[in-house]
């Protein structure tokens, strides 16, 4: 069993800040990869951030310079700051992963929830 729990979303003001934390838990043996995406309404889901096993990171176009993804002390958690938002970055932002569950096993992938950011103008 595995679980992916996002937490930090909430109503925030154009130009303010928010941290959404991502933690993993579970028949993890090691996590390769995670990544946060976000969907607004009436609209796919997209890539937001990632961030590897070894610390390497990658953005969205839109949010480079405004996001910063980190891996957190804690074994197995994430975070994202997210500053200088817009009304545009209004989304539920979902944590995901891929991972093994047991050593030497195929990658797996696993989603979370979701949280929602909403920024007013």
């Known amino acids: 069993q595995v679980q992916l729990v996002e937490s930090g979303g909430g109503l925030v003001q154009a130009g303010g800040s928010l941290r959404l934390s991502c933690a993993a838990s579970g028949s993890i043996f090691s996590i390769n990869v995670m990544r946060w995406y976000r969907q607004a309404p009436g609209k796919q889901r997209e890539f937001v951030a990632a961030i590897t096993a070894d610390g390497q990171t990658s953005y969205q176009d839109s949010v480079k310079g405004r996001f910063t993804i980190s891996r957190g002390s804690a074994k197995n958690t994430m975070y994202l700051q997210m500053n200088s938002l817009r009304p545009e970055d209004t989304a539920v932002y979902s944590c995901?992963?891929?991972?093994?569950?047991?050593?030497?096993?195929?990658?797996?992938?696993?989603w979370g929830q979701g949280t929602q950011v909403t920024v007013s103008s």
């Open positions: 995901n992963m891929v991972y093994r569950p047991i050593r030497d096993s195929v990658l797996a992938t696993y």
